[in-house]
């Protein structure tokens, strides 16, 4: 509907609708965690205005935030135990991003089957809509010619998941002209991968639902994906919110603190010098000294990816944490 309109209102709308999307989530989480407190807010505006997976997804005008949005409304539906409605918009989410998908092992070892049925279903309908609307064509040159491409990982500087460093790893000379990694990414790749979904079945229970437990697969989602760009790591809001309520309640220790310091400056100040240097290079230096410069430029340039698996980690912490507490106070009734 938006190419409708003259060009500069439609993007204008665009931009307000995604605005929209963000400011809706945190709504809706704040809805079911409760009222933030003035230091809890002042927290999160710090971590937005200067998160530049987000700065990025405004500039490109990507739909991360809308995934955002029905990802945070399939989150509090879950919550509440409505299994349809929450499937139905992770299966919208599926159909714009076909990522989201990579939560059916998580749900289908909590043996959700009424909320995978509907992803599922709600997913074929999207997709056949897709079909109809924009022809058959389009569709299968997107199956057929740009899926596999880039299911086999490939190595663009920015492709933040475990293909994309992966692949930088075995093949960094070809890192920016998109080459892949081969049998080499491949065997890192796939172990790693499925590491990620070992930890995120060990830490999830059958018994009770924690919305922490459903942020940590959230927070899997752009590491176990094929392909990452930066504006992806839009997702990451809703676990983000989640660690400053836990940790400025005191749930968390100084030292899970410290480590969400860290990825806040890998989302924020790692990430602007990485493209300083992209622009004005270290200079060489001679002799061993040379790996300096070329080592910093190497992490900084992983800041993404270093801030995601903090996120991660930090998110399974708190679930531990959160199920031993849980765990002390039903020993304490009990007695």
Same mark, same amino acid.
């Given at each position: ?105 998580? =749900? ?5 089957? %009424?909320? !995978?049925?509907?992803?599922? *279903?709600?997913?074929? /309908? &999207?997709?056949? +809509? ?107 809001? =809703? ?5 400053? %309520?836990? !940790?400025?309640?005191?749930? *968390?220790?100084?030292? /899970? &603190?410290?480590? +969400? ?75």
């Amino acid at each position: 509907p938006l190419t409708w309109l003259p060009g500069d209102l439609a993007v204008r709308l665009w931009l307000f609708l995604m605005q929209f999307c963000i400011v809706g989530s945190l709504l809706i989480v704040y809805r079911q965690i409760g009222r933030p407190s003035r230091g809890e807010l002042i927290a999160l505006g710090a971590v937005l205005l200067t998160f530049f997976p987000l700065i990025n997804s405004a500039a490109t005008g990507a739909m991360n935030a809308i995934l955002l949005l029905l990802l945070t409304c399939a989150w509090a539906y879950w919550l509440r135990h409505r299994d349809v409605t929450s499937g139905m918009l992770a299966g919208l989410a599926a159909v714009m991003k076909l990522f989201p998908l990579a939560l059916m092992p998580y =749900l289908a070892w909590r043996r959700h089957w %009424r909320l !995978l049925t509907a992803l599922g *279903l709600t997913t074929v /309908a &999207g997709l056949a +809509l897709g079909f109809v609307i924009t022809r058959v064509d389009h569709n299968i040159y997107y199956f057929r010619d740009m899926l596999p491409h880039l299911a086999i990982g490939t190595g663009y500087r920015e492709n933040q998941s475990l293909a994309g460093f992966t692949a930088r790893l075995c093949n960094p000379s070809t890192a920016d002209a998109g080459g892949n990694a081969g049998w080499c990414g491949r065997l890192l790749d796939w172990p790693l991968v499925a590491g990620v979904i070992g930890l995120v079945l060990y830490e999830t229970s059958r018994l009770s639902r924690s919305g922490l437990e459903f942020a940590l697969a959230i927070a899997a989602l752009p590491l176990i994906s094929s392909v990452t760009w930066s504006f992806h790591l839009v997702l990451l809001i =809703l676990p983000i919110t989640l660690l400053i %309520r836990r !940790l400025l309640s005191g749930d *968390l220790s100084r030292t /899970a &603190g410290r480590w +969400l310091v860290v990825a806040w400056l890998c989302f924020s100040v790692g990430p602007a010098i990485h493209y300083l240097l992209i622009v004005h290079p270290l200079a060489r230096l001679p002799g061993l000294a040379d790996l300096i410069p070329f080592t910093l430029t190497r992490v900084l340039g992983e800041s993404y990816f270093i801030g995601t698996v903090v996120i991660l980690g930090s998110l399974w912490d708190a679930t531990r944490r959160q199920r031993r507490i849980q765990q002390t106070a039903d020993v304490t009734l009990a007695a």
